[in-house]
Nanobody, 128 residues
Framework: QVHLVESGGGSVQSGGSQILSCVASGYAHSSNCMAWFRQAPGKEREGVADICTGSNNIVYADSVKGRFTVSQDNAKNTLYLTMNSLKPEDTAKYYC?????????????????????WGQGTQVTVSS
């Protein structure tokens, strides 16, 4: 059974930085794409960044472009999200997701229904 476990959440002041990690275990085969999503109270879960195996494909949501960086260490089976210049509107629960079927390319941030494997999330709170 596949498990994704996020860590690194917490409280940070506006303008600060934080790094989230997502450790994957139990894979029978490699995922095609992995992603970070976030969900703020009262809002829908939205995609933040995707990283896919096809042509080292990485895409970001416009709201985080230039501030967030997604990366992965395949040797450690770990996905990272480095968040800089954090804003109060970045406050949300951040989720790691993976999909092990379909295309290995994401032309843009993929919707949540495309992903079939999810972590439990980690809370990030940015204070002004």
């Amino acid at each position: 059974q596949v498990h994704l476990v996020e860590s690194g959440g917490g409280s940070v002041q506006s303008g600060g930085s934080q790094i989230l990690s997502c450790v994957a275990s139990g894979y029978a085969h490699s995922s095609n794409c992995m992603a970070w999503f976030r969900q703020a109270p009262g809002k829908e879960r939205e995609g933040v960044a995707d990283i896919c195996t096809g042509s080292n494909n990485i895409v970001y949501a416009d709201s985080v472009k230039g501030r967030f960086t997604v990366s992965q260490d395949n040797a450690k089976n770990t996905l990272y999200l480095t968040m800089n210049s954090l804003k109060p509107e970045d406050t949300a629960k951040y989720y790691c997701a993976a999909k092990d079927y379909g295309s290995t390319v994401a032309p843009r941030v993929l919707p949540l229904y495309q992903y079939n494997i999810w972590g439990q999330g980690t809370q990030v709170t940015v204070s002004s």
